[in-house]
Protein backbone atom coordinates (compact mmCIF):
# COMPACT_ATOMS: atom_id res chain seq x y z
CA UNK A 1 0.00 0.00 0.00
CA UNK A 2 1.40 3.52 -0.83
CA UNK A 3 0.38 6.04 1.29
CA UNK A 4 0.46 10.05 -0.36
CA UNK A 5 0.76 13.08 0.90
CA UNK A 6 -0.45 16.39 -0.78
CA UNK A 7 0.97 20.08 0.30
CA UNK A 8 1.24 23.14 -0.95
CA UNK A 9 -2.75 24.43 -1.03
CA UNK A 10 -3.71 27.78 0.23
CA UNK A 11 -5.81 31.05 -0.63
CA UNK A 12 -4.66 32.98 -3.62
CA UNK A 13 -5.83 35.60 -5.51
CA UNK A 14 -7.09 35.06 -9.24
CA UNK A 15 -4.67 35.10 -11.47
CA UNK A 16 -2.48 33.82 -8.88
CA UNK A 17 0.01 30.92 -8.77
CA UNK A 18 0.37 27.72 -6.51
CA UNK A 19 2.68 25.04 -6.20
CA UNK A 20 1.23 21.37 -5.13
CA UNK A 21 3.14 18.64 -4.16
CA UNK A 22 2.05 14.98 -2.98
CA UNK A 23 4.93 12.67 -1.90
CA UNK A 24 4.89 9.11 -0.72
CA UNK A 25 6.87 5.74 -0.45
CA UNK A 26 7.11 3.79 -4.05
CA UNK A 27 5.40 6.60 -5.64
CA UNK A 28 8.28 6.50 -8.62
CA UNK A 29 6.72 3.09 -9.48
CA UNK A 30 3.60 4.16 -10.42
CA UNK A 31 1.73 6.77 -12.81
CA UNK A 32 0.20 9.30 -10.75
CA UNK A 33 -3.11 11.50 -11.15
CA UNK A 34 -4.39 14.84 -9.24
CA UNK A 35 -7.80 15.08 -8.84
CA UNK A 36 -9.82 17.55 -7.27
CA UNK A 37 -13.18 17.85 -5.34
CA UNK A 38 -15.41 20.97 -4.62
CA UNK A 39 -18.14 20.95 -2.16
CA UNK A 40 -21.05 19.65 -3.95
CA UNK A 41 -19.39 18.57 -6.85
CA UNK A 42 -18.03 15.20 -8.21
CA UNK A 43 -14.46 14.43 -8.34
CA UNK A 44 -12.71 15.62 -11.04
CA UNK A 45 -9.57 14.01 -12.81
CA UNK A 46 -7.29 17.26 -13.32
CA UNK A 47 -3.72 15.71 -14.65
CA UNK A 48 -2.44 12.30 -14.72
CA UNK A 49 1.64 11.82 -15.12
CA UNK A 50 3.29 8.35 -16.48
CA UNK A 51 6.17 6.75 -14.25
CA UNK A 52 8.43 7.86 -16.58
CA UNK A 53 7.29 11.43 -16.68
CA UNK A 54 7.71 11.76 -20.67
CA UNK A 55 3.83 11.80 -21.04
CA UNK A 56 1.14 14.03 -19.25
CA UNK A 57 -2.43 14.40 -19.65
CA UNK A 58 -4.93 17.51 -18.53
CA UNK A 59 -8.78 17.87 -18.19
CA UNK A 60 -9.45 20.53 -20.68
CA UNK A 61 -10.43 23.39 -18.03
CA UNK A 62 -6.73 23.17 -17.04
CA UNK A 63 -4.95 22.56 -20.10
CA UNK A 64 -2.53 25.34 -20.63
CA UNK A 65 -2.68 26.36 -17.23
CA UNK A 66 -1.11 23.62 -15.08
CA UNK A 67 1.85 21.38 -14.81
CA UNK A 68 2.23 18.59 -13.92
CA UNK A 69 6.00 17.16 -13.37
CA UNK A 70 7.76 14.71 -11.31
CA UNK A 71 10.99 14.01 -9.18
CA UNK A 72 11.37 9.80 -9.05
CA UNK A 73 14.77 10.25 -6.97
CA UNK A 74 12.51 12.40 -4.27
CA UNK A 75 9.40 9.96 -4.93
CA UNK A 76 7.82 13.55 -5.38
CA UNK A 77 5.29 14.98 -8.32
CA UNK A 78 4.36 18.35 -8.36
CA UNK A 79 1.39 20.45 -9.70
CA UNK A 80 2.10 23.33 -10.73
CA UNK A 81 -0.80 25.84 -11.28
CA UNK A 82 -1.07 29.25 -12.76
CA UNK A 83 -3.46 31.84 -14.10
CA UNK A 84 -5.66 30.33 -11.12
CA UNK A 85 -9.70 30.93 -11.23
CA UNK A 86 -12.31 30.65 -8.48
CA UNK A 87 -13.49 27.47 -9.89
CA UNK A 88 -10.03 26.34 -9.33
CA UNK A 89 -11.47 26.44 -6.03
CA UNK A 90 -11.48 22.56 -4.37
CA UNK A 91 -9.91 19.98 -2.35
CA UNK A 92 -6.90 18.40 -4.48
CA UNK A 93 -5.93 15.03 -4.36
CA UNK A 94 -3.29 12.67 -5.38
CA UNK A 95 -3.33 8.77 -5.99
CA UNK A 96 -1.05 6.07 -8.18
CA UNK A 97 -2.63 3.81 -10.61
CA UNK A 98 -0.96 0.88 -9.50
CA UNK A 99 -1.91 -1.08 -12.43
CA UNK A 100 -0.26 0.72 -15.39
CA UNK A 101 3.31 2.51 -15.94
CA UNK A 102 1.21 4.70 -18.36
CA UNK A 103 -2.27 7.22 -18.21
CA UNK A 104 -5.35 4.82 -19.64
CA UNK A 105 -7.74 6.63 -21.56
CA UNK A 106 -9.88 7.15 -18.68
CA UNK A 107 -7.71 8.22 -16.45
CA UNK A 108 -9.66 10.96 -15.25
CA UNK A 109 -12.19 9.24 -14.04
CA UNK A 110 -10.38 7.64 -11.23
CA UNK A 111 -11.48 4.31 -10.94
CA UNK A 112 -8.10 2.94 -11.61
CA UNK A 113 -6.68 5.20 -8.88
CA UNK A 114 -6.32 4.34 -5.21
CA UNK A 115 -4.79 5.06 -1.55
CA UNK A 116 -5.80 8.81 -1.80
CA UNK A 117 -4.08 11.13 0.38
CA UNK A 118 -5.77 13.26 2.48
CA UNK A 119 -5.82 16.17 0.14
CA UNK A 120 -4.81 19.69 0.50
CA UNK A 121 -7.32 22.82 -0.32
CA UNK A 122 -6.80 25.23 -2.79
CA UNK A 123 -9.03 28.63 -2.06
CA UNK A 124 -9.12 31.32 -5.21
CA UNK A 125 -10.56 34.33 -4.34
CA UNK A 126 -12.06 36.48 -7.48
Known amino acids: QVHMVESGGGLVQAGGSLRLSCTGS??????MGWFRQAPGKEREGVAC????????YYADSVKGRFTVSRDNAKNTMYLDMMSLKPEDTAMYYC?????????????????????WGQGTQVNVSS
Open 26 to 31: GLSFHT
Open 49 to 56: IGRSGINA
Open 95 to 115: APDVSRTYCSASWARGDDFRD
